[in-house]
């Protein structure tokens, strides 16, 4: 993924990303690389410029949280970026084991299931589905295939259509991804899809080397599905006790509205026989 250490590429990448007017420093003639230098950053934080340097390129193993602390106000860094770069100074027995693709427990499941006007499924790490109800199914069935959140956004054709915000839908589903890697730098699942992915997508690859990071929680969706079109939802995400790695994404109409119209629509298409939608539709 890198030829560099998580922590130096996150802090390069975030360097970069500044100007010097960002954070109240002069701008003198051109420069040679983007974004501010080593020597500033280290200014801001209160460190030696010797220091810093070794940060990035990964030969200070054991930051001070004070340090980590004024290096990210120094890339004014917001929470849960900074929280980002605590988790990568972390040693690896202090990380959790890579979990794997571990199964969605049969109350989940059952409790998925019982939601019928509600789309519903669980991801992974690796933003991997590991498993949704028939409406959640059905919302998706545009799609090659419903298994990963990030190849459907930058790999299966249908994505762009699908997502009517694709630019917004593509840095968000990045920034899922890096936040899950800062808990887990060595999962060989998120290493799997984010190398398959780099190597598909150009647009993956440039996302990825920027290094932002958010967790999904919630929001609104603008989406379109080839037989039921426009859907405006609004979506909440949740930490699966018992399984933290898992969490359960819910997608919710506004009641009496068109989306909660179509949503009706998908579901009973869902329960047709596959025989009579083909016939109905030819």
């Known amino acids: 993924m890198s030829n560099g250490t998580p922590l130096g590429d996150f802090l390069r990448a975030r360097r970069e990303a500044l100007k010097p007017q960002d954070v109240g420093l002069p701008e003198y003639g051109r420069r040679r690389v983007p974004g501010l230098r080593r020597e500033e950053v280290a200014l801001l934080a209160g460190v030696s410029s010797d220091y810093y340097i070794r940060l990035e390129q990964g030969r200070e193993n054991s930051p001070s949280p004070q340090v980590l602390e004024a290096v990210a ?15 990568l ?9 890579d979990a794997g693709e571990a199964e969605v427990s049969p109350q989940l499941l059952r409790l998925m299931d019982g939601w019928k006007h509600t789309p519903a499924f669980v991801l992974g790490p690796a933003l991997d589905i590991l498993a949704g109800n028939s409406l959640a199914t059905a919302l998706h069935s545009g799609f090659d295939a419903f298994d990963n959140l990030a190849r459907n956004v930058f790999v299966d054709p249908a994505g762009r259509e699908f997502y009517q915000e694709w630019e917004r839908a593509a840095h968000s589903c990045v920034a899922e991804l890096r936040a899950a890697y800062g808990h887990d730098p060595d999962s060989d699942r998120i290493a799997e899809v ?6 598909e997508s150009e647009e993956f690859a440039g996302i990825w080397r920027l290094h932002d990071v958010k967790s999904k929680s919630q929001g609104d969706k603008h989406l379109k599905h080839p ?9 909440a995400a949740f930490t699966v006790n018992g399984a933290p790695h898992q969490q359960l994404v819910v997608y919710q109409a506004e009641p009496a ?4 119209a179509a949503f009706e629509t998908l579901r009973a298409m869902a329960a047709e026989p596959k025989k009579a939608r083909t016939k109905a539709n030819t």
């Not at 984010?194 to 190597?199: N, Q, R």
């Open 194 to 199: 984010v190398g398959e992915l780099s190597a």
């Open 227 to 235: 037989d039921v079109g426009d859907l405006h939802i609004a979506f």
């Open 257 to 260: 509205s068109p989306t909660a």
């Open 89 to 97: 100074c972390l040693a690896p027995s202090q990380r959790p084991h």
């Open 73 to 87: 106000q120094a890339l004014k860094l917001d929470a849960e970026s900074a929280d980002h770069l605590n988790r």
